[in-house]
């Protein structure tokens, strides 16, 4: 079940302090070295305010949690003293910078896949990485304190490298060598390993997108070993909680393979999902190339059309499932005609278990970054490959908007729409002006424009649509019963891509005006 983790958290320690944390012995000087300008990116006047002056100027800070301000001469910003938020001032940092952060409107698109942050209380939900309890001081652990700031901050700073995530990124580094050094003997070892997969989440974000060793990969690969080792493990965490581990690391080793174009890590064995489906009458005609990929698999992978029958089956499956009484789709047992089961469970349908691994959707996802793992991205394609490559991620978008439930992230869908519009921009550079561009092109734009929640990927899609106007029909462009035929030629869910496809078609044809 999903973990609850509050900021308000160091006022609820019982127990002992992690050797990380500041004793109250010498708490004068520690908290001069913390609040050190050398050290603390809390004392940049561009990113620490005090409490009143964010609540004057947004209106979203609980006034009811002064900040006590020391020093008032000059700047009375220069210095943050501890607050309510850590009154015995327990943390390695100032908390008052994370309180920002989880407040910052984009903080809502960094924790895919492992924690969302509740948009009403603004706490951290981890996908059932908490203690038991679910009330630990998670946040004294100095190793995930810094990771959850150092993925909050990316996001802050539009996912570019500055002193504050660089900061962050260090201080884990660091904390996480001490921690590793005694692994086995402390029971804070799963949020070492919950920080982890944080920093996998940053290194395949930015680090791996430069040239060089692959980061994401090499902690994958460590964590893995760790997890092996479930003896020390089990001894301090229940079962379940290994097993949530493994599931996360899995679902990062899937969206990293998806972000850098590299193969996955790890084995994971979902194949079958689609099997008892194809052997049922009722839905054994969803399995079906749409005629609109037929002209263009020639040279394609011989597994390809295979992801998209069954991709097709499962839009089939979720708009039979939503004409009717939204019940999951369910068929009879070959071997019991009384039991009915659900062989195909929805992401929304599995809510409480996180990201599930054992669904349809994660099968398809499985399938297509292995897929692209084996294309090339560096611009010099031919036509015909940007169009395979540019199909596979609109596959994985279209798998992912199928349905999100709450866990529901943003970064794995806006990747595949800035792929599909680079793939795009490459094509239609190399478009003839003596002929059309095929249809494929038209739907590939459409699914960037229509399934995107980005507004500036929505009108990156709607200009190069203009720009590019002359080299589709006429038609095109007057009549929305004439674009939807089109449409549905290729992949094509109504209830997910009906009125989002039609939406954007008004705005390109605002755009033209």
């Known amino acids: 079940m999903p973990r609850f983790i509050p900021l308000l958290l160091p006022n609820q320690h019982q127990g002992a302090i992690p050797r990380d944390a500041i004793h109250r012995d010498n708490m004068g000087q520690r908290r001069e070295q913390c609040r050190d300008p050398d050290t603390n990116i809390d004392l940049d006047d561009s990113v620490v305010y005090s409490t009143d002056f964010l609540a004057a100027r947004t209106g979203t800070v609980d006034s009811a949690q002064p ?62 990485l908490g203690n038991e309890d679910g009330q630990a001081p998670l946040l004294t652990h100095k190793s995930l304190f810094h990771a959850l700031s150092l993925l909050l901050a990316l996001a802050a700073n539009d996912y570019q490298q500055n002193y504050e995530t660089m900061h962050h990124r260090s ?80 679902w990062q080793d899937i969206i990293c393979s998806l972000a850098t174009g590299a193969p996955r890590v790890l084995q994971f064995d979902n194949r079958g999902m689609f099997t008892r489906l194809r052997e049922d009458e009722t839905y054994r005609s969803y399995f079906a190339l749409p005629q609109g990929f037929i002209p263009h698999t020639y040279g394609w992978p011989a597994a390809v059309p295979a992801v998209f029958e069954d991709l ?80 596979l991620f609109a596959a994985y978008l279209c798998t992912y908007r199928l349905s999100e439930g709450v866990w529901g992230g943003y970064f794995a869908p806006e990747k595949c729409v800035t792929e599909i519009l680079d793939c795009m921009t490459d094509f239609t550079r190399q478009l003839s002006p003596w002929k059309l561009a095929p249809d494929i092109s038209f739907w590939l734009l459409h699914m960037a424009g229509g ?63």
């Open 312 to 391: 097709n089956a499962l839009c089939c499956a979720v708009d039979t499932m939503r004409r009717g009484t939204r019940a999951p789709i369910t068929f009879v047992n070959n071997d019991d005609k009384d039991i009915s089961v659900t062989p195909m469970p929805l992401m929304e349908d599995l809510d409480d278990e996180g990201y599930p691994l054992c669904n349809s959707q994660a099968n398809l996802q499985i399938r297509l970054v292995d897929l692209l793992s084996g294309t090339r991205g560096d611009g010099s394609q031919s036509e015909e490959t940007l169009i395979y490559r540019a199909c």
């Open 67 to 128: 900040t006590w301000l020391s020093g008032m001469s000059g700047n009375s910003f220069s210095r943050v003293s501890p607050s309510l938020l850590d009154p015995f001032n327990t943390l390695c940092e100032s908390p008052e910078r994370l309180r920002q952060l989880l407040r910052y409107p984009l903080a809502k698109a960094v924790g895919e896949p492992l924690f969302r942050i509740d948009q009403q209380t603004h706490c951290v939900v981890l996908q059932g």
């Open 451 to 513: 399934l995107t929640k980005s507004q500036l990927h929505k009108d990156q899609a709607a200009a190069l649509v203009e720009r590019y106007r002359c080299f589709y029909s006429t038609g095109y462009f007057q009549d929305w019963e004439l674009v939807e035929m089109r449409l549905k030629k290729f992949i094509w869910c109504e209830h997910v891509m009906k009125q989002k496809m039609y939406r954007f078609w008004q705005e390109c044809q605002i755009g033209c005006c």
């Open 171 to 250: 201080q884990v580094l660091q904390s996480l060598n001490r921690d590793l050094s005694h692994f086995g003997g402390d029971s804070t070892i799963l949020h070492t390993i919950t920080a982890i997969l944080m920093l996998i989440s940053y290194e395949y974000r930015v680090r791996d997108t430069y040239p060089g060793p692959a980061c994401a990969a090499t902690h994958i690969h460590g964590l893995q070993t760790i997890i092996s080792q479930r003896n020390n493990l089990t001894s301090q965490h229940s079962v379940s909680h290994i097993t949530q581990v493994q599931r996360a690391l899995f």
